[in-house]
């Protein structure tokens, strides 16, 4: 297994971004639906086999869906937060996770992050 961020010398096909964007989503389908949401998707949470096979890791942020908010500001690397989080809310749910999994996918084709920036302001 190796981390998306490490396959960029490769590129990926549109075929290919399909595929690994479904297998994120259903990942955190499954996750969602169990009541929980992930709250740190980004690449280097991503892992890869052989371009097929598709994993979702580390769980260390992940939080109960219905347990009750506020939860912390702090979600994610900043190039991946939702505008909820950008903006402070500290009541938020799965939909940050969707969000992140879009910033993603523009990366795979772009090559280049969505919102890439240095500071909260960025």
Known sequence: MMQMR???DDPFSHEEIRHIVKQIATGLD???????????????N?????KTTIKVGDFGLIKEIRYPTPFTEYVSTRWYRAPENVLGSRSYNYPVDIFALGCIMAE????KPLFPGSSELD
């Open 46 to 50: 991503v892992l890869v086999q052989n």
């Open 108 to 111: 795979l084709y772009n090559f």
């Open 6 to 8: 490490k396959l960029n």
């Open 30 to 44: 499954y996750i969602h639906q169990n009541g929980y949401f992930h709250r740190d998707i980004k690449p280097e």
